[in-house]
């Protein structure tokens, strides 16, 4: 799968930091570290030379919202499938999602998780950090034990796939959050909408309700206004979908208070008007909104109100998802293509090259404190790369999805960039 190379470099290659851009430099590796980067390294016979005229090497990525369905959930996905997704996309580091076969709110379930991941890891060179649930059993009633789960290592707390209702136990959570360093990640939606899409033409076609940005917003204005009693908390908007909850982001963010959001490369790429008609890869939660909201998120993540990107990873058996968008399950998947994405968007001066490299790889490696292993390019530091070929803009096909469900909704869709190889330590792995 990989050849381990106790000394490398990388030749004539572009350079991506979130600094700079360096149109053409060598990139020496020895033992796992970034030995030296200059206009000319001369390579010794011992070192191994990989050429890398044409492509351009920047940080591997790092995907704080996946669902890697571990533990109890093979159907959908397994360790060896989801790591090997991240792999493939450009991603060295991916934070999962506790809505799994049991809820991950102990510690014996971390631990039933880790056993299963542990292989996978080691294989792909992915590490997979575990998230633990807000409430017990994510039924919204009973705070599940923070500090046991914080001492085990997980790195938040989130209900994903549900909005946690229930203002006490919001601040039960802010009130972990103090004491543990860790953030709160909320899936803002107050229930009881009744919308699988929102407003668009085939949400008016299939003749349901639409789901309201309200449903959204609110529950961030309630969190936010809760948040002013714990000063210390970090609280965190995943997948932001609507324009009116950047406003409030931003104006806590004014305020001084530990607020962060995140948005998905699906909400960043299509709105409500380019939802293709039975393909139910487009029904995920929060929902695609109009063209405007769409604007809103590609703005807020150049200028900094959105911190990062996550894909969302959400992996279903073709069963599940089916083609009526009432009954099919929510998600689409998204490693293997995040990456892409972002290079399309620079493609079209949305993002400069630096701000690409923010957003998939420093910012979020800093929200989960991973920065030292994950996110730069520089001397000394451990060797986290990917390689991409960025004059290539193909159809995504399912033979470029190694997840092992295929729910994506960017396939057909041309993307920028072909994702030639990842470096991980020594590891070099060739696609
Ligand atoms: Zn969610």
Request: hydrophobic letters at 40%; charged letters at 25%; one cysteine or more.
């Amino acid at each position: 799968m990989y050849h381990a190379y106790e000394h490398y470099v990388i030749k004539n290659v572009e350079l991506w930091t979130e600094r700079e851009v360096i149109s053409q430099c060598d990139v020496e590796i020895q033992h796992g570290r970034i030995k030296a980067i200059e206009k000319h390294i001369s390579v010794p016979k011992s070192a191994h030379l990989i050429d890398g005229r044409g492509f351009t090497l920047l940080p591997a990525g790092v995907d704080p919202q996946v669902h890697l369905r571990v533990p109890g959930q093979a159907e959908k996905e397994t360790a060896g499938t989801g790591l090997l997704a991240a792999l493939r996309g450009g991603i060295a580091a991916v934070l999962s999602m506790p809505n799994t076969k049991p809820t991950i709110d102990s510690t014996e379930v971390c631990e039933a998780a880790v056993l299963e991941l542990e292989e996978a890891e080691h294989l792909t060179g992915v590490k997979a950090y575990l998230t633990g649930s807000i409430t017990q059993s994510l039924k919204g009633k009973a705070a599940a034990p923070y500090k046991e789960l914080a001492d085990w290592g997980v790195k938040a707390f989130t209900d994903d796939g549900l909005g946690v209702v229930d203002d006490d136990l919001m601040r039960s959570a802010f009130e972990a959050s103090e004491l543990t360093g860790l953030p709160i990640l909320q899936h803002a939606e107050f229930p009881g909408h009744g919308g699988v899409l929102a407003a668009g033409p085939v949400q008016e076609k299939l003749g349901i309700p639409a789901y309201p940005a309200a449903a959204e917003a609110d529950m961030v204005a309630r969190d936010i206004h809760i948040l002013k009693d714990y000063p210390k908390a970090r609280y965190h908007v995943l997948h932001v979908s609507a324009h009116e909850t950047l406003e409030l982001v931003s104006a806590a963010k004014a305020e001084g208070l530990h607020v962060s959001c995140e948005v998905t490369p699906h909400h960043l790429w299509f709105s409500s008007d380019e939802i293709k008609d039975e393909v139910t890869s487009f029904k995920m939660n929060p929902p695609l909104r109009g063209p405007s909201d769409k604007r809103a998120l590609r703005k807020a993540l150049a200028d900094g109100t959105i911190d990062f990107v996550a894909t969302d990873h959400a992996p279903h058996e073709a069963s599940a998802k089916g083609q009526n968008f009432k009954t099919s399950a929510f998600g689409t998947t998204g490693l293997e293509t995040s990456l892409r994405v972002l290079l399309s968007l620079v493609t079209e001066g949305v993002l400069s090259p630096q701000r690409l490299v923010q957003v998939f790889s420093s910012r979020p490696a800093r929200f989960l404190g991973i920065e030292k292993d994950i996110g730069d390019i520089s001397i000394d530091r451990p060797m986290a790369a990917v390689l991409v070929n960025r004059e290539s803009r193909e159809e995504v096909t399912e033979d470029d999805l190694f997840s092992l469900s295929k729910n994506s909704c960017f396939l057909g869709e041309k993307l920028d960039g072909k994702i030639e190889s990842v470096f991980l330590a020594d590891r070099y792995y060739q696609f």
